[in-house]
T-cell receptor, first 119, second 113 residues
């Protein structure tokens, strides 16, 4: 259980174009999803928290107009990188919360990631 | 400022030995603690979660939590070459943190034949 998928797994695009990445929880409903970015040999950097049916909450320094997040259903969140530039090339990873029955603590399960290369 | 600190390594252990990975955190209000394994080029995979002081065992893995010392560790028994990866410590539920995880920078583990 608690499987999260991402699509596409890898994308190459030209500078100035927009790229959409999908994150799906396959066997559970996720009221909250998170989007991370990871540069080579660095740790995960949280970009935004995506809540179903409401606006995403962006971390400091993340441009909300450049990284558009939509969480239209309990199983799908999308991240659109608008007007992508080479410096946006990175590994984008989503996660979703699966609520645990015992204790009430919620665990994040990660998707496989999307590697973006902007030429 | 919430922080989670880990030694970046690499930590090298021979096959069959016990690998000990350590993590300290600064927010005393933190409620839940996680260890993720990340292979190169892949996304993090949940290994263990722990919420109460003491030890929690799952197969070859044991997580240890000491909230008074703000310390969490992961022991890997009978280390295998396939355990070679970066291990990320993550903390949840601290002051104002909600469901967000704060990650350490990870410890690279190398299990040598």
């Amino acid at each position: 259980g608690a499987v999260v998928s991402q699509h596409p797994s890898r994308v190459i695009c030209k500078s100035g174009t927009s790229v959409k990445i999908e994150c799906r929880s396959l066997d559970f409903q996720a009221t909250t999803m998170f989007w991370y970015r990871q540069f080579p040999k660095q740790s995960l950097m949280l970009m935004a928290t995506s809540n179903e049916g409401s606006k995403a909450t962006y971390e400091q320094g993340v441009e909300k107009d450049k990284f558009l997040i939509n969480h239209a259903s309990l199983t799908l969140s999308t991240l659109t990188v608008t007007s992508a530039h080479p410096e946006d090339s990175s590994f984008y990873i989503c996660s979703a919360i699966a609520a645990l029955l015992a204790g009430g603590y919620e665990t994040q399960y990660f998707g496989p990631g999307t590697r973006l290369l902007v030429l | 400022q919430k922080e989670v600190e880990q030694n970046s390594g690499p930590l090298s252990v021979p096959e069959g030995a016990i690998a000990s990975l350590n993590c300290t955190y600064s927010d005393r209000g933190s409620q839940s603690f996680f260890w993720y394994r990340q292979y190169s080029g892949k996304s993090p995979e949940l290994i263990m979660s722990i919420y109460s002081n003491g030890d929690k065992e799952d197969g070859r893995f044991t997580a240890q939590l000491n909230k008074a010392s703000q310390y969490v560790s992961l022991l890997i028994r009978d280390s295998q070459p396939s355990d070679s990866a970066t291990y990320l410590c993550a903390v949840n539920g601290g002051t104002g943190g909600g469901n967000k995880l704060t990650f350490g920078t990870g410890t690279q583990l190398k299990v040598e034949l």
